[in-house]
């Protein structure tokens, strides 16, 4: 026989099929590690932020994210087809965002508003991009787990070498230009080991999941993020009751529900007793209506928004438009808000005020319902879906985090703001929970082709 090679023509068309995986496998693994990188590490980690730079934004991170934005239209290219089903599925984000891009037509700030709407453009398409290339989502979620410990890690390692830069006086920033998102990035680092291990079926994988979670515990103690850690504390209470849901049955949901009702009951019968009246319910039992001494920026933010109560300022066109036309420049002085330094503060710390100050009241509820019907499908999926448990835990990962993040908008401002930490990662969370049933198909695919454990272990990381 020849050793000429064979014609391309003539080779096992499975083989093709092969190198196109194996490619597609490449693009996933690299658009996944730069949107890690970007997302929790930055371009210019343990540097200060000054309101220069947040106005005019960073050459480098517009750099980095159109390179990632580029690589994820290859990537979309590559699996249109599972790219088309993606979109179809979550057309109402897709409509978002670009509401958001329409809003340049009435925005305060047309260039502001394009230059920020594109960011948010991009950032979702590289989420898209990963969504639709991933296999194997207990690989995804391995991944997570072990690229955030890196990140842990390096804050850790960044504070020891560099205190004067990394600890403030109300907490340690990492990294991070504040405590607040270096206690978000340890909360999801948390909860990404927690479920991890809940999926784990080995011992071995269950005491190095452990082991693995002990940076990320220390870090999120001692950035002292009071929301942060109330809300890791929350994340762990859900999974408590998710699991304990899974393993006792009917019995134990009709037991919550039964007790949900008494806690909403009881709720309803205080409220009462203050005339329904919230802000005096909750200064009377709280000592503040906004739990955080943000009363009157809340005030502010919800008469700014009224102005514009039905399409916004334009997306990305109220805060961080320049010292001159800062909105605190409004305010009399003579109360704390008036008297704070003009542009320290930049957002409401309460995420739907701030996308009402953005795009309205009608899409900000629209934005809320994309997020908490992504959950509510994400939890049902990691209850009761077709998936093995590993898989049903890294389901639970995402649904737990679009949970968080709802929560998480009650005190800060992070519902689809672009380039911050906890938006970029729900958006992915949205599109890879809306390929669950795709996940359910390839395994029941293989197993109905009767695929080995060691075939089957080729599109895995660990055997856990």
Not at 147 to 157: E, W
Not at 295 to 319: N, P, T, V
Request: charged residues 15%; contains cysteine.
């Amino acid at each position: 026989m020849s050793d000429a090679p064979m014609p391309a023509s003539l080779r096992d068309p499975a083989d093709a099929r092969g190198l196109v995986r194996a490619a597609g496998d490449s693009l996933h693994g690299v658009l996944l590690a730069g949107f890690m990188l970007y997302t929790f590490i930055g371009t210019r980690p343990f540097a200060d932020a000054s309101v220069a730079d947040r106005v005019e934004g960073s050459p480098l991170d517009r750099l980095a994210v159109l390179g990632l934005f580029l690589l994820a239209t290859v990537t979309l290219v590559v699996h249109y087809r599972a790219a088309v089903g993606l979109f179809i599925r979550n057309l109402p984000l897709v409509a978002f965002t670009g509401f958001c891009m329409a809003s340049m037509a009435w925005s305060d700030y047309p260039g502001l508003t394009l230059r920020r709407a594109l960011l948010l453009v991009f950032l979702t398409t590289i989420a898209a991009g990963i969504a639709a290339s991933l296999q194997d989502i207990r690989r995804f979620h391995t991944w997570w787990f072990l690229g955030l410990t890196g990140v842990m890690l390096v804050n850790l390692v960044g504070t020891a070498l560099w205190p004067g830069v990394a600890i403030t006086d109300i907490g340690v920033r990492g990294l991070y230009t504040q405590k607040n998102v270096a206690g978000l990035v340890a909360m999801i680092t948390v909860v990404c080991g927690a479920t991890w291990i809940l999926g784990a079926t080995r011992a071995r994988s269950v005491g190095l999941g452990l082991l693995m979670l002990l940076p990320a515990l220390l870090f999120l103690v001692v950035t002292k993020s009071k929301t942060s850690i109330g809300l890791t504390g929350v994340a762990v209470m859900m999974m408590a009751l998710l699991a304990c849901a899974e393993w006792l049955g009917a019995r134990f949901v009709l037991l919550m529900i039964a007790l949900g009702l008494l806690a909403v009951t009881a709720m309803l019968g205080l409220f009462a007793v203050f005339d329904f009246n919230l802000d005096a319910l909750l200064t009377a039992t709280l000592g503040d209506a906004s739990f955080t001494g943000r009363d009157e920026l809340w005030a502010f933010a919800l008469r700014s928004a009224k102005e514009r109560f039905w399409l916004g300022h334009g997306y990305g066109a109220f805060w961080d438009v320049g010292l001159a036309a800062d909105p605190l420049q409004r305010l009399e002085p003579g109360t704390w808000l008036g008297d704070v330094e003009i542009g320290t503060i930049n957002q409401a710390h309460n995420g739907y005020l701030e996308l009402w100050l953005h795009v309205g009241l009608p899409a900000t509820i629209a934005a809320a319902l994309i997020v908490a019907a992504g959950a509510l499908s994400g939890t049902a999926q990691a209850i009761a879906g077709p998936l093995g448990r590993p898989a049903r835990a890294a389901i639970g990962f995402l649904a737990m985090l679009l949970w968080l993040y709802l929560l998480h908008n009650l005190t800060e401002a992070t519902l689809f703001m672009r380039g911050t930490v906890l938006s970029n990662v729900a958006v992915l969370c949205l599109f890879v929970l809306s390929r669950g049933r795709d996940f359910a198909t390839d395994a029941g695919r293989a197993e109905c082709v009767g695929l080995g454990r060691r075939q089957w272990r080729g599109q895995q990381v660990w055997k856990t």
